[in-house]
């Protein structure tokens, strides 16, 4: 029998990966969308069928309904998710996860009370580079990792949601909480500490408003831009660049030197991984692109929720993938503030 879903929010991720990438899975038969804007919800259903809830309330108390999304600005995040765990469903809810520890971890116990799955939208683990990466990297090839860097820069989300303008939720820090750090910093730190396999320590960062500014004129009142600086628990150094102000092409490239050479991740060459060794040999994969702001490319996100709950498993990213990223934005923005190294607290708040 096929997983029944509803998808909560209906902006951008939703038409550009869930619903496509629902869609396209065999195991799923859409069943509804809710926005509190109906006419968006209204053109997914014309397009994937299903039905339009008018709460999100109807939605979770709908026994039909196995699964849901949770795909709406940042704030709602926490409180949709936990209605709909309580409710019996199984949540994807998008990254980053909730705009406080108190938030993510009001989840987790939710997720653990329930028995539900709660998977986070950390996408880029399931890009074909970085899981080719992390094959590699246990391979044992490239020797033991010495340090990293890591980059997402684009030209800001007011280029991608639905509402085209500087008015966007991206910039009210009431509704998104964390500037860059949450929207694309969130991507990254998933990504080193799968790919270093190891938590972050120590952070220090220094976090800018370089250049986007509201409709007033006025500077927008979270970072556009943030250099970090991690010592990992494993020992290793590293740091990561993440900005909305890169006006070039986008750049998500990660860098991980080893001791038998170089391996760079969706770096600006045709291959998405080429291994630079120590030898002056280059190795390069060409295993599927990655997606940027204008050539979506399917993410597997969908894919890898839906046969977590068909086998009964744990995600590949799960709620603490996400509140340990999010412990570390916490941390980085603290260090931002006073201007020193900040150890992470990854304590789940309540258990
Ligand atoms: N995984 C990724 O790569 C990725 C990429 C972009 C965005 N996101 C995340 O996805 C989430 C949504 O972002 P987006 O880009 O789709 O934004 P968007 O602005 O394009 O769309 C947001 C939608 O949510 C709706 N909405 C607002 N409040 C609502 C509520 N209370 N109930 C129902 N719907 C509501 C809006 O009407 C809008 O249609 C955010 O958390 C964002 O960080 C993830």
């Known amino acids: 029998m096929k997983l029944r879903v509803g998808m909560v929010g209906c902006g951008m991720i939703t038409q550009k ?13 859409i069943y509804g969308f809710f926005d509190n804007n109906e006419e968006r ?8 069928g299903g039905k339009i809830y008018h709460d999100t309330k109807e939605m979770f108390d709908d ?20 209605a709909a765990l309580k409710a019996g469903k199984h949540v994807l809810c998008e990254k980053p996860m909730a705009l406080s520890l108190q938030e993510s971890s009001e989840m987790i116990l ?9 998977m986070i939208g950390h996408n880029q683990r399931l890009l074909p580079a970085h899981r080719k990466a992390k094959e590699v990297l246990e391979s044992g090839q490239l020797g033991r990792i010495l340090f990293f860097q890591s980059n997402f820069k684009h030209s800001g989300p007011e280029n991608w949601g639905v509402n085209h303008s500087n008015s966007t939720w991206f910039f009210n820090k009431a509704k998104a909480q964390f500037g860059v750090l949450g929207d694309l910093g969130s991507h ?12 972050v320590e120590e952070i220090f960062t220094t976090a800018l408003t370089v250049d986007k500014r509201y409709d007033n004129g006025e500077f927008i009142d979270i970072e556009d831009t943030a250099i970090s600086l991690f010592r990992m628990r494993n020992g290793l150094t590293g740091y990561m660049n993440v900005s909305w102000c890169n006006y070039g ?29 120590k030898d002056g040999s280059k190795i390069r994969y060409q295993v599927g692109g990655i997606a940027t702001n204008s050539n979506q490319l399917r993410s597997g996100i969908i894919d890898e929720f839906i046969d977590a709950i068909l086998k009964n498993r744990t995600p590949l990213i799960t709620g603490n993938d996400g509140h340990n990223t999010l412990a570390v934005i916490v941390a980085g923005l603290k260090s931002a503030d006073t201007g020193e190294w900040e150890k992470v607290d990854y304590s789940i708040i309540g258990k």
């Open 188 to 199: 990254k730190l998933d990504i080193i500490r799968y790919l270093i396999t190891s938590e």
């Open 110 to 118: 939710a997720a653990e009370a329930t028995g539900k799955i709660l």
């Open 249 to 277: 092409s986008e750049d998500n490239s990660t860098v991980i030197y080893c001791e038998n050479g170089v391996m760079k991740i969706y770096g600006d060459f045709p291959e998405d991984m080429v291994l630079e060794m």
């Open 17 to 29: 990966r869930h619903a496509p990438e629902y869609a396209e899975n065999k195991n799923v038969e």
């Open 41 to 48: 919800a209204f053109e997914l259903v014309k397009q994937y």
């Open 63 to 82: 026994s039909n309904i196995d699964a849901i999304s949770i795909c709406t600005p940042n704030h709602m995040h926490s409180d949709l998710t936990i």
